[in-house]
Each structure stands twice: as C-alpha cells, then as structure tokens.
C-alpha cells in the first residue's frame, strides 16, 4: 500500500510545537516510542477538558497505531515505556489502567495535584473526545476474550475483519465467550455460519469499493455449542 497524498482543497490539521522536532525526536531510538508519542499527542490535540489523557485500554484499542505497532502489544508497551523513560509522556496509574498525558506544563500542574490528593484521577478527571469513540478492532476483541496474539493468527483475523462487518464480529466474540468456548477457531465458525445463512446481496459483506451495510441481530442461534 503507498500513501495517496494530501488531498487537495481543505484538510484538518494538528499543531505540533516545534520542541518536539528540534529537542523531543532527536532523543528518541525506537520506532515504536515515535510512533506512541506521536500517535498519543495526535489523540489529545482531539480531545476538550483539561486535564487530558489517554488510558491504555485506548491506545491498544486505536485502530490507526495498532496498525502501525503490526498489532503487536508489547510493542505499545515497550514504546510507552520509552516515550516515558524520555520525558514526551508522563504516567499515572490506578488500580484499573494506567493514564497518560503529554509532557506539558498543565500535565505536570495536574499530576502535582495528584500527588498532593487534590485532584483525584477516579472522579475528578474530566475529558470529552473529540469524536465518538468506535467499537474495538477485532486484535483487541481477541486479545480481551482469548489471549496474546501471534503473527498467524494476527493475518487470519486482519482478513476476518475485511469480510465481516464490525458488530457482526463483535456478536461472535460476545457469543464464543458466553458459551465458554475461547478460541479463534469457535469464533471463526460462528462467522463462517453466519456468511452460509445471509447470502442475499442486502446482508452480505461488500467488496472495499462499496458502501458496509447496516445488519443488526444477534448470533446466539447461530453459535452452537460443541
């Protein structure tokens, strides 16, 4: 795949400060560390309310820098990590998830006022996305419901995610995972069931060119048990 260009014509934009190319990047060696400082600056330029942050469910759950990291989780934490280690982020943690925000001053003023009980990040914190947030990819689905991923499985479910439509992934996962029945192979099959049964040119998954169709329904009388 090669990048199209920028479009012509009007076209959103992101400020970056220019400490972070002429200080931030010079210092960092990994391609996964830019790619999480990047990336996690681009999500809090969207985002309104102060202070703001990224928990690390979101980022594992971001379609754009999952793709980037080859869906690789350890590759996400290794480059948060460094990102940290260098001083582009900095990390709070909970007893849920971890939190992160840009190195700035109204970050470092926020975490002083952790530290020193004043804000506290359960309830006191208050960030509003720039956009809805969209349902998880399906390398989070499997992540959640079965395990770590591995680069065979990560190609069967990258082609997985190009036949079926989105929810209709989520549902097999929902439905491998009530059944106690945790594996790809289960959730393959519940898919594969549900392409034998809606064949009509209304239901099917459409080709890239073409426009996803709304389908709605459950798949629990699809999925059967062993």
Do not use: C
Request: hydrophobic letters at 40%.
């Amino acid at each position: 795949m090669k990048f199209a260009g920028i479009p012509g014509g009007r076209v959103s934009v992101t400020s970056v400060p220019n400490v972070i190319f002429s200080e931030l990047l010079p210092l960092m060696d990994d391609a996964a560390q830019i790619l999480v400082t990047l990336h996690t600056f681009y999500l809090l330029s969207r985002k309104k309310g102060s202070p703001r942050y990224v928990t690390f469910q979101e980022l594992r759950g971001d379609r754009a820098l999952m793709q980037a990291l080859a869906y690789n989780t350890e590759d996400l934490k290794r480059g948060l990590a460094k990102a940290v280690a260098v001083g582009a982020l900095i990390q709070a943690e909970t007893g849920e998830t971890d939190w992160y925000f840009f190195n700035t001053a109204e970050s470092r003023n926020a975490l002083e006022r952790i530290s020193s009980g004043e804000l506290r990040l359960a309830s006191d914190l208050r960030v509003t996305p720039g956009e809805s947030a969209e349902p998880p990819n399906i390398f989070v689905l499997y992540e959640q419901n079965i395990g770590p991923l591995t680069p065979m499985i990560a190609e069967e479910l990258k082609a997985a995610e190009e036949e079926y439509p989105p929810h209709i992934i989520l549902d097999a996962f929902r439905s491998a995972a009530e059944n106690n029945k945790r594996s790809w192979r289960y959730v393959n099959k519940i898919l594969l069931n549900w392409a034998r049964s809606n064949t009509d040119e209304k239901t099917r998954r459409p080709a890239a060119s073409e426009r996803r169709p709304s389908i709605t329904g459950k798949l629990a009388d699809v999925a059967k048990p062993k």
